[in-house]
């Protein structure tokens, strides 16, 4: 309880902090920053630190967190002090904004401790780091706990730094090291700190979306925008795709009976098959939630099954992995707001880039922007392009609103685009240094579209609003629309991917002909003419993904492309009469984006080592899920304000159809994982605590190792490559580095197993070999300190302890678990 509370307070306090500064820098927005000031302030205190203990001016202790936060203070101060007024003057009228606003500060406050105390609550129950990802994200928390700089140093691979996009763990351990909080606690706090922020983030966009669709639809008459901005977090984070839903009804056995049927034309892994137990047994069927995950199944031409994840933000709260996706979330939707300030004219001004380049943003946007924007690229390097190309799409846009649409609009994208990606990355440059990845370009998807029923079970829930709040604009408010522009230009965006991947496959049989062999191999064709045949009948056979994404590609872009100067012949420079509310086009864009987002993985995806499209529809999807919530709030909330009789009936009843569909998921989810909230060794945020419950001589050789020397520890890899198991736990909740851990991810994170090079082995070879002079060889070439025993490591190799019994001090021993210390 401690824990929690100092970890509340400090994120309340660190908010209050830096709003002075978020006042100052979102103008434009109705609630000036104020949803957005505990995630910009974290992530600013966050890079400082992380910047300073990286070029060794500061250490990674409590010092230098602190040291950090004083220079957050220090833009506080400018803030207060920027404008040409006295420093009264500024906090007078901060406390002027914050009467007037009371009712919307405190809906905030309540939302932010209701939100965080949910999903520590949720937590609580279920919060052991086991499975799936969580143990990585443990070692990466207490191994930057343990690291006395940066880059901290790899908990799986001593004697390299960590390769990976780690920085939301850098604000974890932070947060755990200011509080005093351990890292197993710091795992469960930042989850919920995640979930929190988000939950004020997208509160926030909403709030600031609204209130400019009021300002600019009735300015004499403001509508209240609290209670209906309640919404978006509702949308973003608990409303889920219909899978849960189909749950219940194929339990139930509706729609079933002897095969063919329609489960087996949905094509839902596991929901193909009969239903084995009754309704009354989902709560207790630990694994039916995981399945949401997975609605997205890609078949080889052969008919082997290809995995795709589509996880969504309810999956991951039911999930709980702390994974980057999860950790930047809040983070991309201050990017959100961010742009929206932009949008909507809180940093018009003028900007001159080495005297080459002339933007209309003030120059404090512009580096704001590109410490929010660099940071999305160390927390998940995936958003970082998405949420760049937004930003400048959106200054587009006001450009177009004071000039028309040219061919000069892509020029003056490009002036924005390359210097400020290139002030991202140069604020971030440490962690570019020493970073590997497994991407490897791009690789065409020829044969695997998303069928359109189950791209409609993935995001239905929105789909279903969004169609009616562009037909409402197309029908009902009349918003001009260039159609023919827009037609033109989805055919040119989806003909250009499609024959950039086909060019693609063939530069790839050109040059790799091993590559594409393998590819036909896994088809099961011989030849490319075959595979071409089978890939032209798919698209053909699921073509109802494709002509959904299309009529939501084309209706945005048209709207869009119809947005000109109301005189641009007498005033190039003038106003705009619009049709269409400022947040109306934004909404148009987010619409668009997430479109496009969930479009690309048709006909490409980024080459991992997985060699397929698994990871990037995660990504993308993921990043679809966000603009599309946001859309379908901000339209459900038009809609239900302007529609009226009949259409408003309909409408209100659509509505609360989907809703009540697409709401059955998280609380099922939740019911489920957290075993109805009966933890069966009791409530804790502790992440770690299922050590000392469930291998209570490891959690004290774990424990004594948290308080020993820096030092590189020896320990058991498990069966191929030890990844998904309870292997490298010494490493993992201890924050010491071990020589290797999970080792199929180690892979992963640098693109290959050069740095591994034998590691594996030699540890077999120091564990089973008599021979002391061998045995010491590998402690010397590791510079291995300690050297673990336990029940693992028995259980793995042919253990000869003797040799560690005769020539090594033992420094732990407590039952089945022994610690030798090499001198």
Known sequence: MV??????????????????????????????????????????????????????????????????????????????????????????????????????ITTIEV?????????????????????????????????????????????????????????????????????????????????????????????????????????????????????????????????????GFLEVLHRLKVLWWNPP??????????????????LGELLTHWYWWWRASRVITDYTLAGSHVEVIDEFPAFSYVLGDLHPHVLAMPFALLVIGMTLNLFLGGWEGETNIL??????????????????????????????PILLVLFCSAYVLTLVLRKGWAWSRLLDFLELAIPLGILSVLLYLPFYVGFQSQAGGILPNLVNPSRGAQLWVMFGPFFILLFAYLLYHWRGERTPAHWRAAWLTATVIVLGLLLFSWVLAAAIKLLHPDVADAFLYMQGVTDFASAAVGAA????????????????????????????PANPESRPEGSLHLSAAPASLFTFMLILFGTLLALAPEFVFLKDGFNDRMNTVFKFYYQAWLMWSLAAAFGSVVLLRELRGLWLGVFAATFVLVLTLALVYAPLGFWTKTNQFNP??????????HLAQNSPDDAAAINWLKAAPLGIVAEAVGPNGGSYTEYARAATYSGQPNVLGWAGHESQWRGGDTEMGSREDDLRKLYETRNWDEAKAILDQYGIKYVYVGNLERGLYKLFEDKFQQHLPVAFNQGSVTIYAVP
Request: hydrophobic share 55%.
């Open 3 to 104: 824990s929690f509370l100092l970890w509340y307070l400090t994120l309340t306090l660190l908010g209050l902090l830096t709003f002075p500064l978020a006042h100052r820098l979102f103008p434009a927005l109705a609630d000036r920053g104020y949803t957005l000031s505990r995630a910009l302030g974290l992530l600013l205190w966050a890079f400082f630190f992380w910047l300073m203990a990286s070029l060794g001016i500061a250490q990674n202790d409590t010092g230098g967190i602190l040291l950090a936060l004083i220079l957050v203070l220090g833009l506080v101060v400018w803030a207060l002090a920027a404008g040409g007024g006295k420093f009264k003057d500024s906090l007078q009228a901060l406390a002027a904004w914050v009467k007037t606003n009371w009712k919307l």
């Open 111 to 243: 939302l932010f401790l209701l939100a965080f105390s949910f999903m520590a609550f949720v937590r609580s129950a279920n919060p052991e780091s086991l499975g799936t990802e969580k143990p990585m994200e443990m070692a990466f928390i207490n191994a930057i706990l343990r690291s006395p700089t940066f880059p901290p140093h790899d908990p799986w691979l001593s004697g390299y730094a960590i390769s990976y996009y780690y920085f939301g763990y850098v604000m974890a351990a932070m947060l755990g090291k200011l509080t005093a909080t351990s890292g197993g606690m710091a795992f469960n706090l930042m989850l919920s700190s995640l979930f929190a922020l988000n939950a004020v983030g997208a509160f926030g966009v909403g709030y600031n979306l609204l209130s400019a669709y009021a300002r600019h639809r009735y300015p004499d008459s403001p509508r209240p925008n609290i209670l209906p901005s309640l919404l978006f977090p509702l949308y973003l984070l608990i409303v889920s795709n219909f899978e």
């Open 261 to 278: 049927n329609f489960w087996t034309w949905l094509g839902i892994l596991d929901l193909q098959d009969a239903p084995a137990q009754p």
């Open 355 to 384: 005297g080459l380049v002339r933007l209309r943003i003030k120059l404090v946007g512009f580096a704001v922007a590109a410490a929010v924007l660099g940071g999305m690229a160390f927390l998940n390097t995936w958003d970082f």
């Open 537 to 564: 009948a798919r698209r053909l056979q699921y073509s109802g993904g494709f002509l959904t994404l299309l009529v939501l590609l084309v209706s945005p872009l048209a709207f869009l492309s119809a947005l000109k």
């Open 680 to 689: 069966p060794n009791g409530f804790t945020l502790d992440g770690s605590a």
